[in-house]
């Protein structure tokens, strides 16, 4: 773990992801192959949106990849094994989210390096999860949550609907990375978050 923010602030994600791959650990078990299994993975925290944008493009450059749009709020990049983002002062909240969201990448990665999951999944899982309860105890302890209810994410769905504009699932299943944007990552999560809570009933068997 790196960071040019303060001290307190590497304690708390070093803490946050630590307990996140605890959690992942229980849940699905991550078994990464042997040469990743002693590997430590760099976890690189900014302090600003500027200085992430600037860095991460600056080695992006070095590298001759392509470089990261203005929107990007942080990345996993299996290329050189660092998950990047920063710290939102204002927002601090939306720090946590990415952070979560980034590492659930590299948790799927350290499942099957050889794993490549169409865009949808990908970003759906990494949403879901990345969407967690954080509550931290008297005693330091970190507590995490996922799978919370995205209010945006529901109303973008409920909207295109109505309109008739919603995507179809046999659409979704099928897109390409360049043509999925903020609004497809409104239908991918709620599909996903339904398959998580609604796996009873009469819903389970569709």
């Not at 903020?182 to 239908?187: E, K, L, N, P």
Request: hydrophobic share 35%.
């Amino acid at each position: 773990f790196k960071t040019n923010a303060s001290e307190e602030l590497l304690e708390y994600y070093s803490d946050l992801l630590e307990a996140y791959y605890s959690l992942m650990n229980k849940q699905i078990g991550i078994k990464p192959t042997l040469s990743y299994r002693k590997k430590k993975m760099t976890v690189r925290i900014y302090k600003s949106h500027d200085e992430f944008y600037e860095y991460s493009n600056q080695l992006m450059k070095e590298l001759r990849a392509p470089g990261l749009p203005r929107s990007v709020l942080g990345y996993f990049w299996s290329y050189d094994d660092t998950l990047n983002f920063f710290h939102n002062y204002s927002e601090p909240e939306q720090a946590t989210w990415v952070g979560l969201h980034e590492c659930t990448h590299l948790l799927t990665f350290l499942i099957d390096q050889q794993y490549e999951p169409q865009i949808w999944l990908n970003e759906a899982v990494a949403d879901y999860f990345g969407s967690a309860e954080v509550t931290i105890s008297k005693r330091g302890k970190i507590e995490i949550v996922p799978g919370m209810l995205q209010t945006d994410r529901v109303l973008t769905v409920q909207k295109a609907i109505e309109d008739g504009k919603d995507t179809k699932l046999e659409k979704l299943f099928t897109l390409s990375r360049s043509n999925f944007n903020g609004f497809q990552y409104a239908h991918a999560w709620s599909f996903v978050y339904f398959l998580n809570n609604y796996n009873k009933g009469k819903s389970a068997k569709n």
